[in-house]
């Protein structure tokens, strides 16, 4: 007889937040962070705008005049 019992791997990563280990699956609700904590300080470095996507200034839109 064969057991088709198959290994699971936990792939577990770097969190973003405090570059402690995290586990990158479905039971972790907070994934790629850590805990909750780690992706609400992520969250709020956003809503403060200490994080901010780089501006990039083009011509592209004739329309839009810049002040």
Same mark, same amino acid.
């Not at 937040?17 to 909750?36: D, H, K």
């Given at each position: ?15 973003? %937040? ?7 699956? &479905?039971?972790?609700?907070?994934? @790629?962070?850590?805990? /909750? ?9 956003? %809503? ?7 501006? &990039?200034?083009?011509?592209?839109? @004739?329309?839009?005049? /810049?002040?």
């Amino acid at each position: 007889m064969h057991n088709n019992i198959s290994e699971v791997t936990v792939k577990v990563v770097r969190c973003p %937040a405090c570059s402690g280990p995290s586990i990158y699956a &479905t039971s972790n609700p907070y994934r @790629p962070f850590c805990s /909750q904590r780690c992706k609400n300080l992520d969250f709020g470095a956003w %809503a403060s705008e200490t994080f901010k996507m780089p501006e &990039t200034l083009t011509d592209s839109d @004739p329309t839009f005049k /810049q002040s």
